[in-house]
């Protein structure tokens, strides 16, 4: 793979299929397990591609949320199913500000009570608590990333706080959205 043709601010997703990524991935199939299982039963399911999302810093090395915020080399990227979002028209200045927000989160924690919140605005429908379960400095990938880029540039990928985002609603937002953002890379093969 080519990296050379990553640049800084590019925003990656990518996919697993272990059993941890396949739970994720079946929490974003709808906003509610109410709007989940009518789905389910008229067959209109939503397709969830990526269950994971971070921030290329350059040619050679990423950004993202797993245990703690940490850098990896740009490869990581590339083993699985992926995709490369670009925001058009990012200039250097915008992304200056990106690589320094981010830089400013490395070893900030994960945020299991934002788990805890989403999984219960999941049940009960109340998309609030996935904001009232925020804790200062703990977060899980999605939000990380798009709360940089929210005090960046002002990016809210279609939503009022980036707490009440997920990896699908970021990467349905981007597919919408054409005209503000570039699919660079994509590969996506379903599982067998």
């Known amino acids: 793979m080519d990296k050379s043709i990553l640049q800084t601010g590019d925003i990656f997703m990518t996919d697993d299929f272990k059993t941890a990524s396949k739970i994720v991935k079946f929490l974003m199939t709808a906003p509610t397990v109410w709007q989940h299982v009518w789905r389910k039963f008229f067959g209109k399911q939503e397709?969830?591609?990526?269950?994971?999302v971070g921030?290329?810093?350059?040619?050679?090395?990423?950004?993202?949320?797993q245990g703690k915020v940490q850098l990896a080399d740009n490869s990581k990227i590339f083993r699985k199913n992926y995709v490369i979002w670009r925001k058009i028209g990012l200039t250097e200045q915008e992304k200056n500000k990106l690589c320094e927000i981010a830089w400013d989160d490395l070893g900030k924690g994960y945020g299991i009570m934002e788990c805890i919140g989403k999984t219960i605005s999941w049940i009960t429908g109340i998309k609030y608590f996935s904001k009232w379960f925020d804790i200062k400095d703990k977060a899980i990938c999605a939000i990380r990333v798009a709360e940089w880029y929210k005090e960046?540039?002002?990016?809210?990928?279609?939503?009022?706080?980036p707490n009440y985002l997920t990896t699908d609603k970021i990467d349905n937002y981007m597919l919408t959205n054409n005209k503000d953002w570039l699919c660079v890379l994509l590969h996506y093969e379903k599982e067998s």
């Open 152 to 161: 960046a540039i002002g990016e809210t990928f279609g939503e009022t706080n």
């Open 47 to 52: 397709e969830v591609r990526f269950y994971h």
């Open 55 to 65: 921030m290329v810093l350059d040619k050679s090395g990423m950004i993202e949320q």
